[in-house]
């Protein structure tokens, strides 16, 4: 990080663990719902090391919430897909537990982007990793080949999890769309930044890049069912493609 950007880091931080300490003791701006108080404690303790920061899949760091891993389980039993494309590897752990669902379904693969991914990453026959930006057109147009040579009438799901400014994410969306087949879903992570309720200062992202793309086309529609447990990091981010 350049010194000039360490201040207001520093800064923001401190604001930060601030409001989570708020949230602990229950004063603060963030009472009344406590689905929404809760979601802010799980996120925000991240500023401690916390909750996501320090979640794990069989030792690799996987940056999601355990109830969202437990729905992209129920999606992937339910439809038995033939490829998951990933954007966003960091580490390497949401692969390896989509990986390992595939594994104990003994079918299908995930292919993983990441513009620049952590060292080591998981290998698993079943991954592969590509590495550039998710929008970069021959990046695309790998991500297109897997899919279209992944079965006969393969059945795809994509999550979305890299850059999560709305300009990145819904140019994800118009591209990865076109991929997901009919039934299937494309997920759109982090949904809750931007006040969502989290992360009020980040600015447009993935939840307002959600509303321009269902303003655009008639595809896909927000499946609340996925937000069962109350808690996602995702809210309105579970768009299931008409069968
Ligand atoms: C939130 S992390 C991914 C977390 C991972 N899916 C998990 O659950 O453990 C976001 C990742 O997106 C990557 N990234 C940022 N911009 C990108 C881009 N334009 N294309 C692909 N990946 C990008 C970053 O390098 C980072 O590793």
């Known amino acids: 990080m350049h010194a000039s950007e360490l201040l207001p ?69 339910e439809l038995n ?22 594994d104990l379904l003994g079918h299908g693969s995930v292919l993983s982007i990441d513009l620049w991914p952590r060292s080591p990453r998981p290998r698993h026959p079943r991954i592969r990793y590509l590495q550039g930006s998710s929008t970069d057109p021959l990046v ?11 079965g006969d009438t393969p059945t795809v799901v994509v999550l979305l999890d890299s850059d999560h400014r709305c300009e990145h994410v819904i140019e994800e969306l118009r591209l990865y769309g076109a991929l997901v087949s009919p039934g299937s879903y494309l997920v759109v992570e982090d949904t809750n930044i931007n006040g969502h309720p989290v992360a009020p200062e980040f600015g447009p992202g993935p939840m307002e890049a959600v509303d321009l793309f269902l303003s655009e086309q008639a595809l896909f529609a927000v499946d609340r069912d996925r937000e069962k447990f109350g808690l996602t990091l995702n809210p309105g981010g579970f768009l299931k493609r008409i069968p």
Not at 141 to 150: I, L, M, V
Request: proline letters at 5%; aromatic letters at 14%; one cysteine or more.
């Open 140 to 150: 695309f147009a790998e991500a297109s080949r897997a899919a279209a040579t992944a």
């Open 9 to 77: 880091h520093l800064k923001q931080r401190a604001s930060l663990a601030s409001r989570v300490l708020r949230t602990r003791v229950g004063r603060g701006p963030d009472g009344g719902d406590p689905i929404e108080r809760f979601h802010r404690l799980y996120y925000e303790s991240e500023v401690f090391g916390g909750t996501w920061r320090s979640t794990y899949w069989m030792g690799v760091p996987i940056w999601k919430c355990p109830f969202d891993l437990w729905v992209y389980q129920e999606i992937i039993n």
């Open 81 to 102: 897909p033939d490829l998951i494309i990933e954007t966003g590897t960091a580490w390497g752990g949401s692969a390896l537990f989509l990986a390992s669902v595939l």
